[in-house]
């Protein structure tokens, strides 16, 4: 199966700007990736997708290299609000099983 | 904003019992899914159904069963209950494949 490969945690202060890095080697030609937040006691939640090049919302920006071999997630000027696990997931239901499989996801504790 | 409901946050049930977990979403999606989140194992796939009636194998289907009768409710059933499905419930849907899965708040099963 493909694979998501992510930090397991990260630290950060109020204010800076936080990158957290996703590999997906063998993403396919039709796979999209996606990144979600996660709270504790509550279901993930949608933050960004994209396809390639940069995307940007809102709440943060998705890089991805031309090879689309890896992704980063920016979240700039964190808030202790920010804490919280992030996962990165790569295909669609189209893609089969592999697609919807999350990842550990990445630990980010935001201190004052 | 997409609502996904479900029916219960906490739940416990005994060894051997059959357990119903409901799920509820309210914008017409056709992609419904189940998964189970244990510390340190992040999100795994049990079921997921397209269509009304339809339903596909997760990762990790056994042991659980699901049932899709109507397209805004997807159920989840245990057909006896075991200790090791102790866990966390999440339910998601989706418009389509490539598009991000919302989520509900889950439920937290334990089983004694």
């Known amino acids: 199966l493909a694979k998501t490969t992510q930090p397991i945690s990260m630290d950060s202060y109020e204010g800076q700007e936080v990158n957290i890095t996703c590999s997906h080697n063998?993403?396919?030609?039709?796979?999209?990736i996606t990144w979600y937040q996660q709270f504790p006691s509550q279901g993930p939640r949608f933050i960004i997708q994209?396809?390639?090049t940069k995307v940007t919302n809102e709440v943060a920006s998705l890089f991805i290299p031309a090879d689309r071999k890896s992704s980063t997630l920016s979240l700039p000027r964190v808030s202790l609000s920010d804490t919280a696990v992030y996962y990165c997931l790569v295909g669609g239901m189209d893609t089969g099983r592999r697609a919807l499989t999350f990842g550990s996801g990445t630990r980010l504790q935001v201190q004052p | 904003d997409v609502k996904v409901t479900q029916s219960s946050r906490y739940l416990v049930k005994r060894t051997g019992e059959k357990v119903f977990l409901e799920c509820v979403q309210d914008m017409d999606h056709e992609n419904m899914f189940w998964y189970r989140q244990d510390p340190g194992l992040g999100l795994r796939l049990i079921y997921f159904s397209y269509d009304v009636k339809m339903k596909e194998k997760g990762d990790i289907p056994e042991g659980y069963s699901v049932s899709r009768e109507k397209k805004e409710r997807f159920s989840l059933i245990l057909e006896s209950a075991s200790t090791n499905q102790t866990s966390m419930y999440l339910c998601?849907?989706?418009?389509?494949?490539?598009?991000?899965?919302?989520f509900g708040d889950g439920t937290r099963l334990s089983i004694l």
């Open positions: 994209g396809y390639k």
């Open positions: 063998n993403i396919a030609t039709n796979d999209y």
């Open positions: 998601a849907s989706t418009v389509n494949s490539n598009q991000p899965q919302h």
